[in-house]
Structures are given as C-alpha cells and as structure tokens.
C-alpha cells in the first residue's frame, strides 16, 4: 500500500452515496489509491459516522439530494473544519478531485 500525502500518512475518507453500485465503484478506486473509505447510502449514518470517528476528507455522489448535500457538509465542516469535502459527479475523476481538495484543506490548517 501506498502513502497518499506528503504528511505520511494514510487518509481516512467517509463517502455518502445515493446507489450501491457507484459507491462501490468509487470505493475500489479510492482505495486503489491507498485511502482508508468508510462507505454508506445515509445521510443520517454518515452524520453519526462523523460524529463518531474523524475523517480527513468527506466525498458525497451528486446524486444525493442538494439539501442532504449542504446539511451533511454544513455539519461536518462545523464539527471539523479542516475536513476537505468533494461532490463527485465523474468517479474517474474523483481521485484527482479529492488529491485537490486535501491540498486545499491542508494549506489552510494554522501552523
């Protein structure tokens, strides 16, 4: 298994689908990567999932509705700031989308 960042460190992903087969999908390729996924179909799972465990990064389906979209990442965000959250409407591109987005989250952490 590969390292996934520059901090050595293998990072821990909660993904929030809307249907079985793509979540799974984007689970073989995330952890292809060398990401630690914790997968689920629920917006009320992932919320007790977060609340419960923390996660470098958050990756939603477009596919689930908007407002459970904005709550979901509203939460998260507000209980741990640093998180870095993608939606993915490609999952060929979510490897990229994610490396992106940590980058992103990680500039913004204070020394």
Avoid: C, W
């Avoid at 509203?74 to 994610?98: C, D, G, H, M, N």
């Amino acid at each position: 298994m590969h390292i996934v960042n520059t901090a050595n460190r293998i990072r821990r992903v909660l993904l929030v689908g809307d249907e079985q087969e793509k979540a799974d999908r984007v689970t073989r390729i995330l952890e292809g990567d060398g990401y630690i996924v914790t997968t689920t179909l629920s917006s009320t799972t992932a919320l007790d999932l977060a609340d419960n465990s923390p996660f470098d990064a958050l990756v939603i389906d477009a596919e689930v509705p908007l407002t459970d979209r904005r709550y979901l990442l509203r939460v998260v965000q507000v209980k741990e700031p640093f998180t870095a959250s993608v939606i993915v409407e490609s999952p060929a591109s979510v490897v990229s989308q994610l490396k992106q987005a940590l980058k992103e989250a990680d500039s913004s952490r204070p020394d």
